[in-house]
């Protein structure tokens, strides 16, 4: 028997998908409908009213996110004080996704502009933790010319 049925959100993932950890769950996921149109596929809630796993489609991509349980090891970013790890989002309209995940309570790290590589781009850290790239493609380069911009621009 195959673990994806016809109506499963599995059958929506791709080879690699973030699953984010967040104090407040239900609460994230409000969030990411309002500030990235989020559309909740799946919502699994334990005993204790606690969401142990939700699933979420944004553009093309699967999200998936759950609360925290720290008898688990299980913790998002504001627990442990901050993460390494930035999820990134094409929008094709980066500065009206950042404007409308500012109204929903993000803050802004780095702010959008049009960047050497070809991007307008920004860095939003979500209410959660959890850091947020966003870019909008505006010209396609080479990788030779994304080097040479990115050393005109590193000088």
């Not at 939700?54 to 998002?76: Q, R, T, W």
């Amino acid at each position: 028997m195959s673990d994806k049925s016809e109506n499963s959100p599995l059958e929506k993932m791709s080879t690699v998908t973030a699953h984010l950890i967040c104090a407040g769950a239900a609460d994230a996921i409000e969030f990411y409908k309002t500030a990235f149109d989020a559309v909740e596929l799946l919502r699994l809630v334990d005993p204790s009213g606690k969401i142990a796993h939700a699933g979420l489609k944004i553009g093309d991509s699967m999200l998936m996110v759950a609360d925290e349980y720290p008898d688990y090891g299980s913790l998002g970013p504001k627990s442990l004080k901050g993460s390494p790890v930035v999820i990134h989002l094409v929008s094709k309209d980066v500065d009206a996704t950042v404007a409308r995940a500012v109204a929903a309570g993000a803050k802004v790290v780095v702010p959008v502009a049009d960047m050497f590589w070809g991007d307008r781009y920004g860095q939003l850290e979500d209410p959660f933790g959890h850091r947020w790239s966003v870019a909008t493609p505006i010209r396609t380069l080479t990788p030779a010319e994304m080097q040479a911009a990115m050393n005109k621009a590193m000088c």
